[in-house]
């Protein structure tokens, strides 16, 4: 009889159930490990809720796979790994690590070219059949994963709070900061909150942090946020023009995945002013494209994963620089795996939802 182990399958929108699976097998040039903790991600919410992104509609097809373990932002303990696995990612056994998001292909255009991110098969952890995630007590990492090192002192929430806060740091990345700028970020969700630490990172002029919950803002402070501003009580807009003499902020980056933050940022960024778009949408989203064209000559850039930034949001997290025990606001059994996605679809009592596997 094989190994089994406790997991969360995906059979399909709202269908994700705890079973027991055989435990994963790590072939040549492979990892095996034991899972410490694994995020449930808003896009995880997404897919479980059947977002056409993930599952398809009239307009493009089904991207995620049944039968498969979600789970993409985690950390784990090396169990066993041969020594062409050791050499090429410099770990060993015992040794606590996390993996990027992405198994590339290592042979697409967009890998030959640098740009893993955007891999043509684009096989994500929890997604795939070929890369089933974390939400389980043990997994494998492929060959072609990206694998990095992570200091055992960190409690294992914040371990895998790696994932995330790349992903924050590559959107910071792609706004080209300057030194002068007003920043604006728009949603203090743990992606935002991220986008927060590594845009004053940057040293700008100003960072401004927008929310509708005071207690989100205030941890946006903790974060580096110079002005926090409650969507709720007040125009944003004039808020920002107020701070910027009427010009408007010179970056908005949008992490809050609500259609109304988009036209928001359009509407407070001065013209020639740099829109960053991070969120994964659950519905398509409308917006007057005449503000990005002939009226301000926007430059609006999208976002996607955290490309070449794992190694920053290791330091950053190991630094102790961030209030990671106030952003790592739950814990949970794997069996509770719903309460964790009910917690995060509720939005206010929870930042970061994190699976503990026995």
């Not at 995630?133 to 494998?140: F, K, L």
Request: charged share 25%.
């Amino acid at each position: 009889m094989p190994e089994t182990m406790q997991a969360v399958v995906c059979h399909g929108p709202r269908d994700y159930r705890l079973e027991e699976i055989p435990k994963p097998v790590a072939g040549p040039g492979e990892a095996l490990v034991r899972v410490e903790a694994v995020g449930i991600c808003a896009s995880d919410l997404k897919c479980y809720l059947g977002a056409a992104k993930f599952w398809g509609d009239e307009n493009r097809p089904a991207w995620a796979e049944t039968e498969v373990v979600p789970g993409h932002e985690f950390a784990g303990t090396i169990e066993q790994i041969d020594d062409e696995a050791a050499a090429r990612w410099g770990v060993a056994v015992g040794d606590r690590v996390v993996s990027e998001q992405i198994v590339p292909c290592w042979k697409c255009r967009y890998c030959l070219s640098g740009n893993y991110h955007m891999c043509a098969p684009h096989d994500l952890y929890g997604f795939k059949r070929r890369t089933p995630g974390a939400m389980a007590s043990y997994m494998v990492y492929p060959a072609e994963a990206l694998v990095h090192k992570v200091s055992r002192d960190l409690p294992p929430a914040h371990a895998a709070f790696t994932e995330p806060l790349s992903c924050s740091l590559h959107a910071v990345d792609r706004a080209d900061i300057r030194f002068g700028d007003t920043v604006v970020v728009a949603g203090c969700g743990p992606i935002g909150l991220g986008m927060v630490a590594g845009a004053a990172a940057k040293s700008p002029a100003r960072v401004i942090a927008l929310d509708v919950a005071d207690a989100k803002l205030e941890l946006a402070k903790l974060c580096g946020a110079d002005v926090t501003l409650n969507i709720a009580r007040t125009d944003v807009v004039q808020a920002v023009k107020d701070l910027t003499d009427g010009y408007g902020a010179d970056v908005y980056l949008e992490g809050t995945g609500h259609p109304s933050a988009v036209p928001q940022g359009l509407n407070l960024l001065r013209k020639l002013g740099t829109f960053v778009e991070y969120s994964v949408f659950k519905d398509p989203v409308s917006v007057d494209w005449s503000i990005i064209s002939d009226d301000k000559e926007l430059d609006v850039r999208g976002a996607h994963l955290g490309p070449d930034c794992w190694p920053a949001a290791i330091r950053m997290i190991e630094s102790g620089k961030l209030p990671m025990d106030q952003i790592c606001t739950h814990q949970l059994p794997l069996e509770d795996f719903q309460q964790g996605l009910d917690l995060v679809a509720e939005g206010t009592k929870s930042i970061k939802v994190t699976l503990i596997p026995a």
